[in-house]
């Protein structure tokens, strides 16, 4: 059985004795959209067929037609009709892989299944949905060990580690988490004096948190940490770029407790104002491959972040990592690097050499295509 992947040199003109391979790439909501984005590119340029079957804002916010994709909306039918003449369907997430498994219950074509969920504290309901989507995919891709180990425990027969490359400056998508907020499209040399004046952070510590407003990106906890930077001089400003249900909440606690935090709401330009942060934060209780952790060390803006799913695998020696739902040492660990330039410059460094180690788009599409190829190859 053969698992290499499928030649570059594959294209639309090449005998018509070797098929083209046909893939759907399915979406549920924008979380892995940027993923999608950078797959379907990949694939597309090595003569693979690609159709992406999502909501319609994610095609107007990812562009898959311009990435050399059919895009088709993810209603139901539309879904089955696409589905027809796959040789592979590729879900991105657990509500996606149900919607694919429904899609195609009847036929014989395999599901690959990108896990983006498996975080503690979901329902009963999301447990299940979990486990029917586990059993249903011939192959589950966790973006982190944590991942892969979750989609075992909920049955899969098949979960493997496949860490998903984003290209720099590629996430968007407020719905989605840090992608979410539209960390995307800064110029490669943004003036970060203009950023902070912008922001109202001229002359006192900026810190950067992106991501949707919803209960699971710890918020609650971070505001709790800025009631103790309060007591720093000069008073940091914490800014939160992202849009979601937790709005109004947050809101009124910034408001009523006097707190330096300001909510941008959805930014296109998040990557931007991370640039010209002095430390960002992440307060997830779960991320895999969290977009904000990759984007700062990349930028060379020092973390502190939660030591939740794959976040340590994915950060390693290149941020700061505390405890999930303890503000003090959140609050601790960022006044520290406030007060100490040197270790921050030391973070800079081992940030961006942490991540020269992450795979590279290429990486990425070369072991998909040979995860289709090895599919392909047990129906032949």
């Known amino acids: 059985m053969s698992s ?10 090449v005998s018509a004795s070797v ?7 399915v979406l549920c909501g924008a979380s892995g959209g940027a993923h999608v984005r950078s797959l379907a590119t990949g694939l597309a340029a090595r003569g693979v067929r690609v159709t992406v079957c999502g909501p319609v804002e994610t095609e107007g916010e990812y562009d898959f037609t311009g990435a050399g994709a059919r895009f088709t909306p993810d209603a ?8 027809v003449e796959a040789d592979v369907v590729h879900a991105h997430g657990v509500r996606a892989g149900l919607r694919a498994a429904l899609a195609l219950r009847g036929r014989r074509i395999p599901l690959v299944v990108s896990w983006h969920g498996g975080g503690p504290g979901g329902s009963r309901l999301s447990l299940l949905l979990e486990r029917h989507v586990a059993r249903a995919a011939a192959i589950v891709l966790g973006g982190s060990s944590a991942q892969v180990d979750v989609a075992r425990l909920r049955g899969a027969r098949d979960a493997r580690l496949a860490a998903e490359a984003v290209s720099s400056g590629a996430v968007s ?13 800064a110029a490669d040399a943004p003036d970060h004096g203009k950023v902070r004046a912008e922001l109202g952070a001229v002359e006192r510590p900026l810190l950067i948190a992106v991501g949707s407003l919803v209960p699971r990106r710890g918020y609650s906890v971070l505001l709790d940490a800025a009631r103790e930077w309060r007591k720093l001089d000069p008073v940091p400003l914490l800014v939160i770029a992202g849009e979601g249900p937790m709005r109004g909440e947050l809101a009124r606690r910034i408001q009523a407790e006097q707190l330096p935090v300001r909510l941008l709401g959805q930014r296109r330009d998040a990557v931007r104002l991370l640039a010209a942060a002095d430390v960002a934060v992440l307060a997830s209780r779960w991320e895999a491959r969290s977009p904000l952790a990759q984007e ?16 340590p695998e994915l950060v390693g020696v290149g941020g700061v990592l505390v405890p999930y739902g303890d503000a003090g040492a959140m609050a601790s660990a960022v006044a520290g690097l406030l007060a100490d330039p040197v270790r921050r410059g030391e973070l800079v460094v081992a940030g961006r050499a942490q991540a020269l180690t992450w795979p590279s788009e290429d990486d990425t599409v070369a072991q998909v295509l040979s995860v289709y190829d090895e599919l392909t190859s047990r129906r032949r």
């Open 19 to 25: 098929p083209v391979l046909r893939t759907v790439q």
């Open 76 to 83: 139901v039918s539309a879904l089955r009709a696409a589905c």
């Open 296 to 311: 700062a060390l990349r930028r060379g803006v020092p973390l502190v972040a939660t030591a939740v799913g794959g976040v």
């Open 173 to 185: 998508g407020v719905a989605s988490g840090a992608a979410a907020a539209g960390v995307a499209g």
């Open 4 to 13: 290499s992947p499928v030649p570059v040199s594959v294209s639309a003109s």
